[in-house]
């Protein structure tokens, strides 16, 4: 961390620049019927650095000198619920549930970024909350930052009132901090969204949920192998994988997934990339 002195911080005041803390990531999300994983932890008064917390909310603020992340996108001829893209593309989409450690989510990010690859993270807002500073640093790497609700609970068994509030939650923190409610929804502790949250989703600003079509697994903790076949065995051109980065397998079966991808022909992108 950067140590300023009073006099050095005077100087960056008046000189109206700011420091912008670097970034971090992880997981846990498990589909519908698997054991719930344990939630990140609420942030503690002062204990994230990075940008300056809202007062009424408690919500950090976006920094002052980012600009502001792309919005939401419809996507003509797609369905209101996406589980994959063009299968004529050579093109795929991973997807990470963004939950759990930052120095996991640094380790899976920096590898996806040296094999060229960009990716999706759907982020859970207690989690930004706590690491305010990874929804810049997903972004400075030309990923896509989306939505996986407030505190990562079971959003299509909840009431009405109660879902909307886990989906304005986190879109409330990605608009703070990013300038947009991120560019994707993603249902927590599930695959697919019920109608009541698919309706919910569209009223906050989403005009598609999404979903998947190849799950690693990767939450049940089956070691770094595993992990690699479980995707292996059933990607193809278009698909959207389901990962976490949450778990040491993942990041350590990442790069030979990605070697084996590039082998294969096919190209990791962003979802909006993958659609577009």
Known sequence: MVQVTTTDRRGVLRAGAGLVAGGALAAGCSSAGTAPHPAASDASPGSPSGPSADGASGSPRPAAHASAAPAPRHFPGQPAQISHGPRDKPHVALTFHGQGDPALARTLLTTAEK???????????????????????????????????????????????????????????????TGSIGT??????????????????????????????????????????????????????????????????TATALPDLL??????????????????
């Open 259 to 276: 070697t084996e991808l590039d082998r294969r022909g096919l190209r990791a992108v962003t979802t909006t990339e993958l659609l577009s």
């Open 184 to 249: 994707w929804f993603r249902p927590s502790r599930a695959v697919t969204a019920s109608p009541l949250v698919e309706r919910l989703a569209r009223a906050a600003g989403y005009p598609h949920v999404l979903s998947y079509d190849v799950d690693s697994l990767d939450y049940t903790s089956p070691g770094a192998a595993a992990v690699t076949r479980n995707v292996l065995s059933a990607i193809r051109g278009g698909s959207v994988v389901s990962l976490h980065f949450g778990y040491p397998g």
């Open 115 to 177: 094999h060229g690859a960009r990716v999706t993270v759907l982020a859970v807002g207690t989690w930004l909350d706590a690491h305010p500073e990874v929804a810049r640093r997903i972004l400075d790497g030309g990923h896509d930052l989306g939505n996986h609700t407030q505190r990562h609970l079971s959003v299509n068994d909840m009431s009405e009132a109660d879902a909307r509030a886990e989906i304005t939650g986190c879109a409330d923190r990605l608009q703070r901090l």
